[in-house]
């Protein structure tokens, strides 16, 4: 079935290093795929969409790649900082479906002062 | 525009008893979704509505898991004889529903941490 994979469960970073979290996902097609951001004590909020029309999106510092052929979806950034702290969700539309949506696991960043 | 209300933020059961959660979707949303927040799945998909009618149940457990939606302004997820193993954070969404830029992007609101002793 289709399905996003995560495998960085927890991710722990210092100020101004380097962010790369790793997603892949399986299905047919070219799905729209999407990074959601969820910080402590609030619900997950969309960070960025990328589709295979633009292959990148970026929002507040972060980039996504859409790489077809690996069918994988990388969010990065270059520079970290502690207010980035947060669980960040790797997911895709549903190609059956356009108002479903599915996640991953999530990644915990944690961002040492 | 408040977001999606979920009420009450936090609720402590005793296990055996019934827990009901509330949601609140963004005015002129049509569509509605449930979802299980736990540290070891992640956000697990239980339930939609569109247009208030019951669209795709298939993560809901099959036995004490209930939601419904009796009007266009709530909805509610109802755990009849709570365990321990449901305590989580329950996550309603709601989205626009109509094609095009962003119509389908779901917005969450803050969840509701459901214990259960």
């Known amino acids: 079935g289709d399905s996003v994979i995560q495998m960085q469960g927890q991710v722990t970073l210092s100020e101004n290093d380097f962010l790369f979290i790793n997603c892949t996902y399986s299905?047919?097609?070219?799905?729209?795929l999407f990074w959601y951001v969820q910080y402590s004590g609030e619900g997950p909020q969309l960070l960025l969409q990328?589709?295979?029309?633009?292959n990148k999106g970026s929002s507040r510092g972060f980039e996504a790649t859409y790489d077809k052929g690996t069918t994988s979806f990388h969010l990065q950034k270059t520079s970290v900082q502690e207010i980035d702290s947060a669980v960040y969700y790797c997911?895709?539309?549903?190609?059956?479906?356009?108002?479903?949506?599915?996640f991953g696991k999530g990644t915990h960043l944690h961002v040492l002062p | 525009n408040a977001g999606v209300i979920q009420t009450p933020r936090h609720k402590v059961t005793g296990k055996g008893q019934e827990a009901t959660l509330w949601c609140e979707p963004i005015?002129?949303?049509?569509?509605v979704f449930w979802y299980r927040q736990t540290i070891v799945q992640g956000l697990e998909f239980l339930t939609y509505?569109?247009?208030?009618?019951?669209?795709?149940d298939s993560g809901m457990p099959k036995e004490r898991f209930s939601a419904q939606m009796p009007n266009q302004s709530h909805s509610t997820l109802k755990i009849q004889s709570t365990q321990p193993q449901d305590s989580a954070v329950y996550l309603c969404?709601?989205?626009?529903?109509?094609?095009?830029?962003?119509?389908?992007?779901?917005?969450f609101g803050p969840g509701t941490r459901l214990t259960v002793l």
């Open positions: 969404a709601s989205s626009l529903g109509v094609p095009g830029t962003g119509g389908y992007e779901q917005y």
């Open positions: 299905t047919t097609g070219y799905p729209t």
């Open positions: 990328v589709t295979t029309a633009n």
């Open positions: 997911a895709m539309r549903d190609q059956g479906n356009a108002y479903k949506v599915i």
């Open positions: 005015s002129g949303h049509s569509a």
């Open positions: 509505f569109r247009n208030q009618a019951p669209i795709d």
